[in-house]
């Protein structure tokens, strides 16, 4: 809601495991809880053959701008005492790990890291490619199909102009930061890992005026930098199941009326042939939404669904938070949120479990609550592989196949294999198409006119502020791990932004530092025309907004609530329920016309004391809620 070679093979659940360097141990600290594996998650790996580990005593050579010389790692051993089997590569600057022995060479020859002048017939140097923080899976380097040549060495840059610009979430810089160094180690001697302070100057430090690669990168500002740099080659993006090109002729001939999810989603489904039974879908309906808005189980604080997979920090995670921490101290960067321990994937066998986990203990019970709410149990059957799919750790097509295969083995209901699909053949793929097929313009579109600042309280993630208890508990989740699912998302904040006149454009900023999964072409199209309506219908057929009437029906917010959701004036009125109606008469010029939304607009004119209820509406406005 990221196909190309490395996809895996059509009917498998799984894909073989690939190479890396396996987590150390972690280090305990004093003001976190230790990091621990799910209950039932599965068991480590076995030990890998002797050429994989002795391929970890390569050296693994780093660049550091602001240092101005080459740092090599290197194990000490491939199981050094101690520490698991196969520690962790350390990766940056900073104190290196006990596990690691560092060792200083000055830059001597091609080894320094540039490419190579030829110097006789036969010589061919490599083109260098170019990975960005969110291409670290084996599909953005494996070669065919446009990709880079497999003896091409690699180059990662780490900006720090990146998290200068924006005050991000902790947890997501540190998730950022981690995967990238993860990527590197496991890359080995092949990958020139420069940190500085901005792309350009990594660039030039990595590989001068040398010529290189890079798949299309997934945000408007990237793609413009690339394309402003000299001897700088953009191929085909990797990480989504539809080509630009195949878009562009699904596109042509239709209105911005014609761009529905639901056409494109069946078009996908054809297509790919997923979930189908022929030229039909399989169980002889596209859209299962019907089975899978059941709410939460009457009486349950959690459902009865193993935990999802928690992976272990290593030494690489130790290294970055102290970086981080680092940087903070010097005044370098600001962020926002609570980090530690890491909830999410940071590697590609990481990433692996956690789908493998998902798929065969807790898929079968995702299909039927997926829009459901419980105050105790955030994550509930969802998979929380989006952050591993944007970061590119997870090609998309082995979740959705994965997804059939366990429907086809009669191991989950069709319901759920269904919904999982929709959310990454469907709208996954549906937002990143839009982000590129709207334009740069569609930033700006603002169709209700709303200019009202975010108040403190939003920007500063301070839940214990806030009264209404349903917003209250997910801006906490949202504090402590940069992630809800999308019913939190759209229904409790993006609601509460759109009643309250917010500026569109700063909620998508909002939404896109505060999410670990959150990148520009995520939370533009998401923000701005399913959440906030502000292209006016171009995206979605109505606003998606509600009183309380609804939270109290999927979700268990309400109850304990010093709001009550039935109340529209009043002491006790809920906010959810007094802004819906006031954003109904605000806008009931617009929205009478919308098939969708003249029957509510309607109901404006049954409420005895709406005169009372606009006026406690307009005092309120700016209190926290």
């Known amino acids: 809601m990221a196909v190309g070679p490395g996809a895996v093979d059509r009917g498998a659940a799984s894909a073989p495991s690939v190479s890396r360097s396996a987590p150390g141990p972690t280090r305990a600290r004093s003001d976190r809880r230790p990091a621990r594996s799910a209950p039932g998650t599965p068991s480590a790996r076995p030990d890998p053959p002797p050429a994989r580990a002795e391929a970890r005593l390569r050296r693994v050579r780093l660049a550091v701008s602001a240092a101005g010389e080459t740092r090599w790692f290197r194990p000490v051993s491939a199981h050094p005492a101690g520490s698991a089997p196969g520690a962790a590569t350390a990766v940056g600057g900073g104190a290196p790990p006990a596990a690691v022995r560092r060792r200083h060479c000055r830059r001597r020859g091609p080894r320094a890291g540039r490419p190579r002048t030829p110097t006789g017939r036969g010589h061919h140097v490599e083109t260098p490619h170019w990975l ?48 990238m160094r993860h990527r590197a180690a496991e890359l080995g001697e092949r990958v020139r890992y420069v940190r500085a302070r901005t792309y350009r100057e990594g660039l030039r430090e990595a590989v001068g005026d040398a010529e290189v690669t890079v798949h299309r990168p997934t945000s408007r500002a990237a793609m413009a930098l690339v394309s402003a740099l000299p001897n700088v080659r953009v191929l085909d993006a990797r990480g989504f199941l539809v080509p630009r090109e195949e878009f562009g002729q699904w596109v042509a001939g239709r209105s911005d009326a014609q761009l ?24 002889g309906r596209w859209n299962l939404d019907h089975d899978n808005r059941l709410p939460p189980p009457s009486g349950a604080e959690r459902l009865d669904t193993p935990a999802p997979y928690r992976p272990r920090e290593d030494a690489i995670d130790d290294e970055v938070r102290a970086d981080l921490d680092r940087w903070e101290r010097e005044g370098e960067v600001e962020f926002v949120g609570r980090d530690g321990p890491r909830l999410f994937p940071a590697d590609r066998r990481e990433a692996r479990t956690a789908l493998r986990r998902f798929l065969t203990h807790r898929l079968a019970d995702f299909g039927a609550y997926e829009d459901a709410v419980l105050a105790a149990d955030p994550v509930m059957s969802h998979s929380l592989l989006s952050s591993s799919l944007n970061l590119g750790l997870l090609d998309p097509w082995e979740c959705v196949a994965g997804a059939e295969a366990a429907w086809r083995a009669g191991e989950v209901p069709l319901n759920s294999a269904e919904g999982f699909v929709r959310q990454i053949a469907g709208w996954r793929e549906y937002v990143w198409q839009l982000y590129w097929h709207f334009g ?87 923000v701005v025309g399913m959440s906030q309506y502000a292209d006016g219908g171009r995206m979605t057929t109505k606003p998606y907004t509600s009183g309380g ?36 008469h605000r806008h009931r010029e617009r929205l009478v016309h919308n098939p969708r939304m003249a029957r509510p607009v309607h109901g404006l004119d049954r409420l005895s004391d709406l005169d009372e209820l606009l006026r406690e509406h307009r005092r309120n406005v700016g209190r926290t809620p």
């Open 440 to 526: 740069e313009e569609y930033r700006d579109r603002n169709a209700l006119h709303h200019t009202a600042e975010l108040p403190d309280w939003f920007l500063e993630l301070d839940a214990e502020a806030v009264t209404a208890r349903c917003l209250s508990t997910v801006l906490a989740q949202v504090r402590d791990t940069g992630w809800t699912h999308h019913i939190p998302r759209l229904m409790v904040l993006g609601s509460h932004a759109l009643q309250s006149g917010w500026d569109p454009r700063a909620v998508t900023d909002w939404f896109h530092r505060c999410f670990v999964d959150g990148y520009d072409w995520v939370m533009l199209p998401n």
């Open 549 to 584: 009437a609804y939270l109290n029906r999927m979700t268990d917010l309400c109850g304990p609530c010093a709001y009550r959701p039935d109340h529209r004036t009043g002491g006790r009125a809920c906010p959810f329920t007094a802004g819906y109606w006031a954003f109904l």
């Open 132 to 179: 960005f923080g969110d291409q670290l899976g084996p599909h953005f380097t494996a070669p065919g199909g446009g990709g880079p040549r497999k003896a091409s060495p690699v180059v990662m840059i780490e900006a720090r102009s990146v998290f200068r610009r924006r005050r991000f979430h902790r947890a997501k810089a540190h998730l950022v930061l981690s995967a």
């Open 260 to 283: 529905r999810q639901e056409d494109f989603y069946r078009w996908v489904r054809r297509r790919h042939g997923l979930l189908m039974e022929g030229d039909e879908p399989a169980g």
